[in-house]
């Protein structure tokens, strides 16, 4: 089966904590990417990776960070330093192209304890 | 901030009937992409169209660009009830590198 997942499907942070959102596609995508999406709202990008030991800064990066020592995996950790993590996080990737489209995993929901 | 804008933010009808949603966007794109998002889930790619494109069929979808306007619509026909969801466009800008930019979303609610 071909896919992305996410994992956990809930994530629970304490003040002041650090917490990592998995991410894993077995797609062979080189670009994946890691988006924040706010109740009733829109998809806003945090940070993508468009080959393996590289990545780029979205539009909401600050206090996120992410490592894509493999191919498949782009994991997003939340620092404390983020104050209102609260929210969806979705995983995508896609292959290289002007024309293609992106995968998206089944979501993270992050709540503050 | 968010390159595309959809309209309108809310859109419910009876099963049976079309749905139209409009996407606006700012600047030039490689193409212009729909996604629908069931409720707490991830999205799912309906189609993409191709800035020199100008109408695309996919079953009950139908999509329209127009890049002198800078817009494009999604019409669904001959709507389900399972077809409630939230729809998002998604426009590739030309300068953006492997970026997709996704607008706000219309939920659809289609009453049976």
């Known amino acids: 089966d071909g896919g992305i997942t996410q994992s956990p499907k809930y994530l629970f942070r304490k003040e002041g904590q650090n917490v990592t959102l998995s991410c894993e596609q077995n797609l062979n995508h080189d670009a994946m990417y890691w988006y924040r999406q706010d109740p009733g709202q829109g998809l806003r990008l945090i940070y993508y990776?468009?080959?393996?030991?590289?990545?780029q800064k979205g539009d909401i990066a600050e206090g996120y960070s992410v490592s894509r020592e493999k191919k498949e995996s782009f994991p997003l950790t939340v620092t404390s330093a983020q104050k209102n993590p609260t929210a969806f996080y979705l995983c995508?990737?896609?292959?290289?192209?002007?024309?293609?489209?992106?995968?998206f995993g089944p979501g993270t929901r992050l709540l503050v304890l | 901030s968010q390159q595309g804008e959809e309209d309108p933010q809310a859109l419910s009808i009876q099963e049976g009937e079309n749905a139209t949603m409009n996407c606006s966007y700012k600047?030039?794109?490689?193409?212009l992409q729909w996604y629908r998002q069931n409720s707490g889930r991830g999205l799912v790619h309906l189609i993409l169209i191709r800035s020199n494109e100008r109408e695309k069929h996919s079953g009950r979808l139908r999509v329209t660009l127009d890049t002198s306007k800078k817009s494009s619509s999604l019409l669904i026909t001959a709507s389900r009830a399972a077809d409630t969801a939230s729809y998002f466009c998604?426009?590739?800008?030309?300068?953006?590198?492997?970026?997709?930019?996704f607008g706000e979303g219309t939920q659809l609610t289609v009453n049976p």
């Open positions: 995508a990737s896609r292959e290289q192209g002007a024309l293609e489209t992106q995968y």
């Open positions: 998604a426009t590739d800008p030309l300068t953006s590198g492997s970026r997709l930019t």
């Open positions: 600047t030039s794109i490689n193409n």
């Open positions: 990776s468009q080959i393996v030991n590289d990545f």
